[in-house]
């Protein structure tokens, strides 16, 4: 099992760039392939990247390829989320969960965190 703990959200104009953070708890993350989502108000989680165990292998959404990069730390047992080039569009709730494989479904996760709030002000 595996606990997540988002950090990094906030405010920010059009243009600019953040970096989320996911703390993840235990000895296994290592074991887990991650993943970031993100929910607007009114909408379904949305696919946002995703990572393989060893950090190998990323994947992306189309609508943020080239201006996100996923990165982890198995070390540190971090995952993070580089956001540049920011627009309204990228405002939402953003997640980080677990699974065991990398993955554009969220019901292939099986741990979440509790989300942190980005808000791209135009």
């Known amino acids: 099992q595996v606990q997540l703990v ?15 953070s996911c703390a993840a708890s235990g000895r296994t993350f290592s074991t887990y392939a991650m993943a970031w989502f993100r929910q607007a108000p009114g909408k379904e989680h949305e696919f946002v990247a995703a990572i393989s165990r060893s950090g190998a292998m990323t994947y992306y959404a189309d609508s943020v390829k080239g201006r996100f990069a996923i990165s982890r730390d198995n070390a540190k047992n971090m995952l993070y989320l580089q956001m540049n080039s920011l627009n309204p569009e990228d405002t939402a709730v953003y997640y980080c969960a677990a699974g065991r494989v990398p993955d554009p479904l969220p019901g292939q996760y ?4 509790q989300g942190t709030q980005v808000t791209v002000s135009s």
């Open 6 to 20: 988002e950090s990094g959200g906030g405010l920010v104009q059009a243009g600019g760039s953040l970096r989320l």
């Open 110 to 113: 099986d741990y979440w965190g």
